[in-house]
């Protein structure tokens, strides 16, 4: 099947090569100003040694020999070929055109350089129209996989922002159920946040970009759940600088930092507290997020790895080049940094 489409657009190219070659010429053989016999008789004769050459040549030699990088018998069987296709034109003009055609007196008008010239231009086009079905088809090849590198990256992507975890759905949902056996009014209001919360992850999950005033929102509904069940919800300081409009980001990336921050800190010393910094200034953006960390409880350090590897596979797919992330990791705080280029 893919030879015989191979061999039909070919054919078409071949076809639509020699249709303008034969008009091209004949407009130049005909010298009364009106296609006759003799004239079409005298193209068609011409071309029997170029089409020899040219099938030959297209054929055999550029796949088959010059292709595999053999030069110096592609350069004889060249020679060879163009001394043949001088020896085909004068067999063609001196025994086979008295043959097929009595009652016309027709002869080769070409020396055997000028047909060695005319040869070579045949030559080189059809070359050149089998050198751009190669150049097309190579773009069309990288044109594919760019675009299978596309739908790759995208699938990837996607794949790290279904990665919720559900540690932060759970605990909120706890909080939630405490206020309403409370029946305290501060239910509603958090019922009403998770829920905006849980359609934004649904809604923006398959986007490839939100606006940044969407994602700091759902920033701030996370932290306001979260120090909802913090018996010190002063000890968290969550500030946004400038003015985050127009701007637009990849959807549930920076959650992961400010994240990390709750799943990780350890808020029981009176010194202890969590900080995220936001700061917008153009379309640069700078997260700052630190807490403090007295105990590695276990699984700690490996569920925090996991986030961040997260993260900075998913800025190198979406940013590469455009960001920057400083990690810092002491005995008693945790800090990391985010710089990135948005649009």
Not at 237 to 260: M, R, Y
Not at 265 to 283: H, Q, V
Not at 318 to 339: G, V, W
């Amino acid at each position: 099947m893919q030879y015989s489409k191979f061999l039909n657009g070919k054919l078409l190219r071949y076809s639509l090569f020699w249709a303008i070659s034969f008009y091209i010429c004949l407009e130049i053989f005909s010298r009364t100003g009106e296609y006759r016999e003799i004239d079409l008789i005298y193209t068609f004769l011409f071309h029997i040694p170029m089409i020899f050459a040219v099938t030959i040549h297209s054929g055999l030699f550029l796949e088959n020999i010059l292709a595999k990088g053999r030069y110096i018998l592609y350069s004889i069987s060249l020679f060879l070929l163009l001394v043949t296709s001088i020896l085909v034109y004068h067999v063609t003009f001196n025994y086979l055109s008295p043959w097929l055609f009595e009652d016309f007196y027709l002869v080769g008008v070409y020396s055997n350089s000028e047909f060695l010239g005319l040869i070579t231009i045949y030559l080189i086009l059809s070359s050149s129209l089998e050198f751009s079905k190669t150049w097309f088809g190579e773009v069309k090849t990288k044109a594919k996989l760019v675009e299978v590198e596309s739908e790759k990256v995208a699938a990837e992507l996607k794949a790290l922002r279904a990665q919720v975890n559900p540690h932060f759905l759970f605990n909120s949902l706890n909080t939630i159920y405490s206020e309403a056996l409370k029946k305290s009014d501060k239910a509603p209001r958090l019922i009403l946040k998770l829920s905006d919360m849980l359609r934004y992850v649904v809604d923006k999950m398959e986007k490839e970009q939100v606006a940044l005033a969407e994602e700091v929102e759902y920033l701030t509904h996370f932290v306001d759940l979260n120090k909802e069940r913090l018996n010190e919800p002063e000890k968290v300081t969550f500030q946004v600088e400038g003015d985050p409009s127009g701007a637009k980001i990849a959807p549930l990336l920076l959650i992961i930092f400010v994240e990390n921050c709750f799943k990780h800190a350890d808020l029981t010393d009176d010194d202890s507290s969590i900080l995220i910094e936001l700061k917008l200034e153009e379309m640069n953006l700078m997260l700052h997020c630190k807490n403090t960390v007295f105990e590695n409880p276990k699984g700690s350090t490996e569920s925090l790895r996991s986030g961040i590897e997260n993260a900075k596979r998913r800025l190198e797919l979406a940013y590469e080049n455009r960001y920057s992330l400083e990690i810092n990791n002491q005995d008693n705080f945790y800090e990391t940094t985010l710089k990135m280029e948005l649009s």
